[in-house]
């Protein structure tokens, strides 16, 4: 909870503090952070580049299929300077330029055709949340059925469920992964239905 603590300084500060603890369990040192380096780094489409493990394939499936930026043109939020328009040039300097805010949002549009949005039909699949990701927003929050429940998380951020385990998990990831581990004990087990 870094960025609610007030004790440690202004919302930027505390930013900083969020990003030194992510540097030092990875054991990253400090790095270029410049605009170009980002670009370079992600532009790089071979196997041995520094994105290669999953953040250039992220950028490309988010330019060319959902369209979902974490944006802060919010007032009610402590920081400035990333309006959509920032993550659409992104899209376009690293991957080219077709892509762009027009093959964006046509991409968007054919994805929520192609699954059906919000509206899913499938069965034996588990929405995991986590109420501080900002990608919540655009996921499956509550149960739509019994076969396609939702587990919210409150109090956890992006992908939290699906890291190892922690001696300092709190109590609602902790059970929100014995949520999940009981729903696909029950359809493992039960392949009837």
């Known amino acids: 909870m870094i960025m609610t603590d007030a004790s440690l300084g202004s919302p930027y500060n505390r930013y900083a503090v969020a990003v030194q603890l992510v540097a030092d369990q990875h054991s990253v040192p400090c790095q270029d952070s410049s605009y170009q380096k980002y670009v370079e780094v992600l532009a790089d489409p071979s196997w041995e580049g520094p994105a290669a493990e999953g953040a250039r394939q992220w950028l490309y499936q988010t330019c060319t299929e959902f369209g979902f930026y974490p944006s802060s043109t919010s007032k009610n939020q402590p920081f400035s300077g990333f309006p959509v328009r920032f993550f659409l040039q992104q899209c376009s300097d690293i991957l080219g330029p077709e892509i762009n805010a027009l093959s964006v949002a046509q991409a968007v549009q054919v ?34 059925s ?48």
């Open 111 to 144: 994805t929520n055709e192609f699954y059906s949005g919000l509206n899913v039909t499938g069965s034996k699949i588990v929405f995991a949340n986590g109420s501080i990701d900002p990608w919540h927003a655009l996921g499956v929050i509550k149960d739509i």
């Open 146 to 193: 019994k076969d396609l429940p939702a587990v919210y998380i409150e109090g956890e951020a992006h992908c939290a469920n699906i890291y190892p385990a922690q001696n300092n998990d709190s109590a609602e990831l902790t059970h929100a992964r014995e949520k999940v581990f009981e729903f696909l004990q029950k359809w493992l087990t039960n392949t009837s239905n």
